[in-house]
């Protein structure tokens, strides 16, 4: 098994961060993926097949393999649900989550149980059934301040698009010993990146290829 690695991206609206997560499930091709699709976005509709149903889609995590997304229900209590969402998860195993708003479910100082759980011991772990499992995660919000501050320093990869709000550019650049404005004068699409495994800050563009996500599509 590759390391099960834990991506955290952030960046403003129209920066391309859900498209660079689309385009890097792609370059993953995870046999086993499950999508926390907080906002119902049409741009995700290509990641498996949708459910509404919280019951239903756990059950579809039996298969041995799976693409599925489940649309959480904004008219019942969205905290039991991301923690039964992610107490699932955990009993799959083998999978790649992403959690998208990744802010509507976690806060700075605030990780859910079942969440922080995944984040910190799920890159390998023994099941209910003895079994050796791995949970890899992406997770995406505009504003790094507004999530849970265990993923972020967790994280292997921290993939960053411009950020419009000066406290979080502020933070981020001190964290990265950087100016602040790298981050809040970055052009749309424009990225910068840091990985755990090496000092150096790397810089890049979204390309759009004409390939989209081949996993099964919602039914």
């Known amino acids: 098994m590759s390391k099960a690695l834990t991506i955290a991206v952030f960046g ?4 391309g961060k859900t498209q660079w997560v689309l385009q890097e499930i792609r370059r993953q091709k995870p046999k086993r993926l499950l999508v926390w ?25 039996e298969a041995g393999t799976f693409a599925v997304r489940y649309l959480p229900n904004h008219g ?33 100082n605030r990780a859910p149980p079942a969440w ?20 890899a995660i992406i997770g995406a919000g ?15 990869v921290v993939h960053v698009g411009r950020l419009g709000n000066a406290a979080d550019a502020k933070e981020m650049a001190r964290s990265w010993g950087v100016d602040q404005r790298t981050f809040m ?15 150096e800050i790397f810089s ?15 039914a």
């Open 12 to 15: 403003a609206r129209g920066t």
């Open 37 to 61: 699709d907080h906002k119902h976005d049409p741009g995700l509709e290509g990641l498996g097949v949708a459910y509404h149903s919280l019951p239903e889609c756990i059950r579809a995590l």
């Open 76 to 108: 019942a209590d969205l905290v039991a649900q991301f923690d039964l969402f992610c107490k699932a998860v955990w009993a799959a195993g083998n999978v790649l989550l992403f959690v998208d708003e990744l802010p509507e479910v976690t806060k700075a």
């Open 116 to 135: 922080r759980k995944l984040v910190n011991v799920g890159r390998e772990y023994r099941g209910a059934d003895g079994k050796v499992r791995h949970v």
């Open 142 to 156: 505009q504003r790094p301040a507004e999530c849970d501050k265990s993923f972020i320093a967790n994280a292997d």
């Open 185 to 199: 004068d970055l052009p749309d699409l424009h990225w910068r990146e840091k990985r755990a495994h090496t000092p």
């Open 204 to 218: 890049g563009v979204l390309k759009f290829s004409n390939t989209a996500p081949r996993v099964k599509k919602s």
